[in-house]
């Protein structure tokens, strides 16, 4: 038998395991309300890609579509929250006051109780109004709210009975992907990236939402690192080809969904501004990059398989969540040219006494979400978020700072103090009510 065909009747079997897992927590009541909805946002048109400033032409097609889905909760009392998920390079301040702004109006939805995470793909579209494509970005971004705004509507239209679990294991082809700044300067290997050694977040939480007479209706999960498996899908007379496309994050929703009829699977992006998936572009000569991008894709979509049929635990309400800023200022190095301090968004959203998510603003570092779950463990599940709210550059952790380099923009050494406390401070508060 061959290899094919031997992952394929594991995943089969991963299955069975899954719906029994979940089938046996149906004896339960149904004390959720959950509805689902999903969106393509693929330009309908070639336009600029976000990610990497050295491309030299708009896209040239699509190989993936990318999707926008929304997933409502309501919880025994009544109370509210929709996550969003995206396959784009980021949650742009404006769009998330447009969303913000619809959801209050239409659903009376507080700010605190949305959350909108981007899976951070470099091959998804520019849509800021860059010099070379703000036409094509302007009506993208119209497209892009009627869209959002549509998914939020269908999925709290849908809101029906629904039970809620969790569930977690291990992805390993993340990598930290900074190079090794412990070592001598005159180690070779202190230049060299990825660092083996660097610090790493392989795990992969998963939420699950069934309905009755359903095995599974909805999937939420995430993973600390980068979606840039791809620069380009293909080169051809050395020329690059572009193509839309939600890299391994949209692979892995993509296979899940496949496997499973009926099921909406959705990417949270983690703390993952300091790791690459590997390997990656053209790392092996043999290997195309869209092949790498697959491979990881279906290697997240089995590690997700694997939690399912791992330990099921049941996720209870209520639904208590915050959302504050905190200010994080920059190092003034030029008294004529002055930076201005960040406004930047923590939310934190408990279920229960069963999970705490922590969702913060832009490229956040790995050092953030392990530390969180070190100091907030014994609390129930900790899963940490980044790419999410707001979006527009690094966020360091101390350590990062200390070493420099790539991930390292010029914020005061407290950046990560006031991050962190703000968390500490919203979760105790949470938990006190």
């Not at 899908?233 to 296979?255: C, H, K, L, W």
């Not at 993952?272 to 491979?295: I, S, T």
């Not at 899963?383 to 966020?395: E, K, M, P, T």
Request: hydrophobic content about 40%; glycine content about 8%; some cysteine.
């Amino acid at each position: 038998m061959n290899a094919m065909k031997l992952i394929a009747l594991w995943v089969v079997g991963l299955g069975l395991v899954a719906s029994r897992s979940l089938g046996a927590t149906a004896a339960t009541n149904y004390l959720w309300k959950a509805g689902v909805a999903s969106a393509v946002i693929t330009p309908q048109t070639n336009m600029w890609m976000a990610g990497y400033a050295a491309r030299k032409s708009p896209s040239h097609g699509t190989a993936q579509d990318l999707f926008a889905k929304a997933l409502a909760l309501e919880d025994e009392e009544g109370t509210r929250l929709v996550i969003i998920t995206m396959d784009l390079i980021g949650v742009r301040p404006w769009l998330r006051q447009f969303v913000e702004k619809h959801a209050a109006e239409r659903h009376k939805l507080p700010p605190e109780r949305l959350l909108m995470n981007a899976s951070h793909t470099h091959c998804g579209p520019e849509y800021r109004e860059i010099k070379e494509g703000e036409n094509a970005a302007g009506h993208y971004t119209a497209f892009l709210q009627e869209r959002l705004a549509r998914i939020i509507d269908e999925a709290v239209g849908r809101l029906a009975p629904a039970q809620l679990s969790q569930a977690r294991a291990r992805c390993g082809f993340a990598m930290n992907r900074r190079r090794n700044y412990q070592l001598p300067a005159t180690d070779p290997n202190a230049k060299k990236a990825p660092n083996p050694d660097g610090p790493v977040d392989h795990n992969v939480p998963v939420l699950m939402v069934q309905s009755p007479g359903t095995n599974l209706c909805a999937v939420l999960f995430s993973y600390a690192c980068h979606n840039t498996t791809l620069s380009s899908v293909s080169m051809t007379n050395n020329i690059p080809r572009y193509e839309f496309n939600g890299d391994y994050a949209g692979f892995a929703q993509e296979t899940l969904q496949n496997g499973r009829a009926g099921l909406t699977a959705m990417f949270m992006a983690g703390c993952g501004a300091d790791q690459n998936p590997y390997p990656r572009h053209y790392m092996v000569p043999y290997v195309r990059p869209l092949e790498f991008a697959q491979h990881h894709g279906r290697t997240l979509a089995y590690a997700v398989e694997a939690a399912m049929a791992a330990h099921v635990r049941p996720v209870r309400g209520p639904i208590r969540a915050a959302l504050e800023h905190v200010t994080l200022e920059r190092v003034q190095k030029d008294p004529k040219r002055p930076v201005p301090a960040r406004n930047y968004p923590v939310q934190v959203i408990r279920f229960g006494d069963d999970l705490t998510l922590v969702a913060l603003g832009a490229e956040v570092v790995v050092d953030y979400s392990l530390r969180l779950k070190r100091e907030l463990a014994g609390k129930g599940v900790v899963w940490v978020a980044g790419y999410s709210n707001d979006y527009g550059g690094y966020i360091p952790s101390l350590r990062v700072l200390k070493e420099g380099g790539y991930e390292a923009p010029d914020y005061k050494p407290d950046i990560e103090e006031r991050i962190v406390s703000k968390v500490r401070e919203l979760e105790s508060r949470l938990r006190a009510r």
